[in-house]
Every structure is written in C-alpha cells, then in structure tokens.
C-alpha cells in the first residue's frame, strides 16, 4: 500500500454533477489537507483537518464541502462546480499541524492527485 | 505579491548544473523546503534547510539559504534527464506551509 492514496485519478464532470474525491493513508498521521494546484500558480491550500477535526477553511466556494471520518480518510464533495475549478487536487497528510520539534521537520506526504475536468 | 515566489521555467542541458530560485516573505520561517513533482505524480520532499542553517549539501543537491534576503536556491549538480520535473519551494508560515508555482526544469540531451 503506498502512503497517500487518491481515486479517482480522473474525473469528468458537467457543471451540475455531484462528484467526491477520496483520499486515504496509511502513514498514521494525524493531520490531512485538500490542495489545489492550477499550472502557472501557487500550490493553493484548500482546507486543513487535525485529528478529524476541520481546522482551516481557505476561504473555498461552499461548492466544495470536505469531510473527515477519521485519521485515515478525507472526502472531497463536488456540487455545481465551475469550469474554472478544473485543476489538479492533491490530498496530503503530516505527522502534525505545523511544526512538533524534535524529529518533525513538518514534511507532507502527498498522494498523486486527482485531476478534475469540468465541462 | 506571492507568499514564495519562483520562476516558471529553467531549461538545462544534460551534464550541466540546474539552479534554481526562490524567494518568500516570511522571516520566521523555521524551515525551508523543497519538494518535486514528477510528471503524472504528486510532490515529494527533496530535500530541506532549517533556518539557522545557510547551506545544506546532499549527495547531487545543495541548498543555499540567505534569510537576510529571504532567499532560497536549489542547485542540482550534474543534470539528468531524470531531475526533468517541478520543482516547489515552500516555506513553514504560521503551522501551514506556503507553496510557490513550482519551477519546471526540462534537461535536453
């Protein structure tokens, strides 16, 4: 099993599907995290979970609603999505939320993405 | 302007030495890092640089920092066609870690 697994890889959709983006690891970590990624800009943080707790909303359309089950697993739910929101979305995880010290040097271990087209 | 900021685009031939650049905005960031993405994949920490520290070797690698100037550079020595890739500079700010655009390097023959 790798660390941090995505489906779909690939994923079409009309602007009026409902679609939802899996992500599960198996590294044990405590803390998960929905980036987006569109060529020629920053890596854009999405939305932070902590313990299955939501700790950081980006200020993101309410077209996508994360969820968080456990530890282990993140969702991300898609609803009358615009054609600007194709991108590729990475899911990551980390040992903890931001710097712990000692051994922790804050690394986020990311799943390959799953690369989203809206028509 | 941009949290971390990097070129767009390098291009290198094989052989020769890649560098490159970035800059970020946050003076207390502890760490430094530098991730790449090969193609059809997602990120995956190369390397990184503790902010007490202003040079970090490892193996073909070797970061620079200047946290005077908030200045980041990775330099691949020896550039193959395998380090074609992106490359992102982030910097920890505030427990989050803030990406660049990420750099794509091509290495021609």
């Known amino acids: 099993e790798t660390g941090v697994t995505q489906t779909p890889r690939h994923l079409v959709m009309g602007m009026t599907n409902k679609k939802s983006l899996k992500c599960e690891q198996h590294?044990?970590?405590?803390?998960m995290y929905w980036y987006k990624q569109s060529a020629k800009k920053p890596l854009e943080l999405m939305f932070v979970?902590?313990?299955?707790?939501?700790?950081e909303n980006n200020s993101v359309p309410s077209r996508f609603s994360p969820e968080c089950p456990n530890s282990s697993h993140l969702f991300l739910h898609l609803h009358t999505l615009q054609p600007e929101d194709s991108a590729l979305y990475l899911c990551?995880?980390?040992?903890?939320?931001?710097?712990?010290?000692?051994?922790?040097?804050?690394?986020?271990?990311f799943g390959e993405g799953s690369r989203l087209t809206v028509l | 302007g941009e949290d971390v900021e990097q070129s767009l685009f390098l291009s290198v031939r094989e052989g020769d030495s890649s560098v490159i650049n970035c800059t970020y905005t946050?003076?207390?960031?502890?760490?430094l890092y530098w991730y790449k993405q090969e193609p059809g994949a997602g990120l995956q920490l190369l390397t990184y640089?503790?902010?007490?520290?202003d040079m970090k070797q490892d193996q073909r690698l070797t970061v620079l920092l200047n946290k005077k100037d908030k200045h980041l550079s990775l330099r691949i020595a020896d550039t193959q066609t395998g380090d074609s890739a992106i490359y992102f500079c982030?910097?920890?700010?505030?427990?989050?870690?803030?990406f660049g655009a990420g750099t794509q390097v091509v290495v021609t023959p």
């Open positions: 990551a995880s980390s040992q903890t939320l931001g710097l712990a010290g000692g051994q922790d040097t804050g690394e986020l271990f």
């Open positions: 946050d003076s207390s960031s502890t760490y």
């Open positions: 590294l044990g970590h405590n803390a």
């Open positions: 979970y902590n313990f299955k707790e939501q700790t």
């Open positions: 982030a910097a920890d700010s505030w427990g989050k870690l803030q």
């Open positions: 640089i503790f902010s007490n520290m």
